[in-house]
């Protein structure tokens, strides 16, 4: 039963994977395969396009009249004026700026769609990984009670045994074809969740081992290399820097408008025409304006640091739970590597030493320490994961 222990390397330095493992390889392909990946692409670049427009200075106006004078020796008239209206000029500087502005939070908007995208698919694989490792498992446990049964059911045939006692091994080996058949229900749940989260296209990759991690020594230290990766993070700052330039704009637009334009009037073949130039007087339309948007700059910025202080705690929590986990397995690991109670029990059962319902008993008491290895094992790597997802 040694062979299948996994061994656990707990070396305490900066959080890392092997790059070439089953799962780096099955999330490449999920990223570029990914529906949902393809879809927000697209719509990242629409809005960055949208982002785009109203940045230009308003259309121009045209107008024309045509008068009847009246009576009919007035003479007709004729008007014709043409206007352009302008912002005060800063304005447009700080729209380009806000522009960009925008299109770096779409860039941070799809970056943490992919993060979730990719986080969901590193936890699917996790628990594949768990159920593949089940599945050897359960096939050997399988293995066993057929022979057993098998032994048994010659032994009652030829009148050595009773009956109850080969039930006993008949429902013994029921329950562990029912265990694989539950088992492999499961791995065919989580290849086909995996399989839609890559476009339809099945995962080819092995995933009956976990990448190998090392562990952060320091909390503190590693967070701070790891946070400004955190996509949501920099989007609660990236809306203060937005509030902050909206609160120019709007300071900007508030300024007084201009307008210029030309001018014509043609009567009783006389003509009038030049240049006009107008401008706005802002004294009511933006009252309060750059007033709300500067409050609203301040709850952005409380927002802010609210969610740094969240996302660290968050974080804390995953990182202690993990590292508690990972003692824990090593518990484990260091109890089942010492002592293969299987093979005890199989020889003591071989020598007549224990009867069948001792044995079974036993041997049910081995086997959930090893399902509760697994367990533990697994609930490691999915904390691990939860930490490792804002190292990329």
């Not at 299948?4 to 707990?10: D, G, N, R, V």
């Not at 890559?198 to 967070?223: K, M, R, V």
């Not at 073949?269 to 030049?274: D, H, L, N």
Request: a neutral charge; charged letters at 25%; proline letters at 2%.
């Amino acid at each position: 039963m040694k062979r299948i222990i996994f061994s656990i390397i707990l070396s305490f330095a900066v959080l890392t994977i092997n790059a070439q493992s089953g799962f780096e390889q099955a999330l490449n392909s999920i990223e570029a395969n990914n529906t949902t990946l393809k879809a927000l692409r697209e719509q990242a670049n629409a809005d960055k396009i949208g982002n785009k427009t109203g940045l230009t200075i308003a259309n121009p106006e045209v107008e024309f009249g045509y008068l009847w004078g009246s009576p009919g020796d007035t003479g007709n008239r004729t008007d014709l004026n043409v206007t352009q209206s302008f912002d005060f000029p800063t304005a447009y500087r700080h729209k380009s700026q806000l522009a960009q502005g925008k299109n770096r939070q779409v860039d941070l908007n799809y970056d943490q769609q992919r993060r979730e995208v990719l986080q969901e698919a590193r936890l699917l694989c996790v628990k594949l990984t768990y159920q593949i490792k089940i599945n050897k498992l359960l096939t050997e446990r399988l293995k066993y009670a057929k022979e057993l049964s098998a032994g048994y059911q010659t032994m009652f045939d030829e009148g050595d045994i009773n009956v109850l006692e080969r039930n006993k091994t008949k429902l013994n080996l029921l329950s562990a074809e029912k265990a694989l058949q539950i088992n492999e229900v499961e791995i065919n749940t989580i290849k086909s969740e995996l399989r839609r989260m890559n476009g339809g296209i099945s995962i080819e990759n092995s995933l009956d081992a976990y990448p190998q991690f090392a562990f952060p020594l320091n909390f503190d230290e590693w967070f701070v290399n790891v946070k400004e990766n955190n996509s949501l993070l920099q989007l609660a700052e990236q809306e203060v820097v937005l509030s902050r330039k909206q609160e120019q704009l709007t300071r900007a637009l508030n300024m007084p408008k201009f307008t210029a334009g030309y001018a014509s009037e043609r009567v009783l073949g006389t003509v009038q025409q030049g240049f006009t130039i107008g401008v706005s007087i802002p004294l009511w339309e933006g009252k309060n304006t750059v007033k709300h948007q500067k409050a609203q700059t301040i709850a952005l910025q409380m927002q802010q640091e609210d969610y740094k202080l969240q996302f660290r705690n968050k974080l804390k929590n995953e990182y202690e739970k993990a590292y508690k986990l990972s003692l824990f397995l090593k518990e484990y690991e260091n109890a089942l590597s010492i002592t293969n109670n299987h093979e005890l029990l199989a020889r003591a059962f071989d020598r007549g030493q224990l009867s069948l319902i001792n044995y079974l008993l036993e041997v049910s008491v081995y086997y959930e320490t090893v399902d509760k290895y697994l367990e533990t094992e697994r609930d490691y790597h999915l904390a691990v994961i939860e930490l490792l997802q804002w190292e990329r």
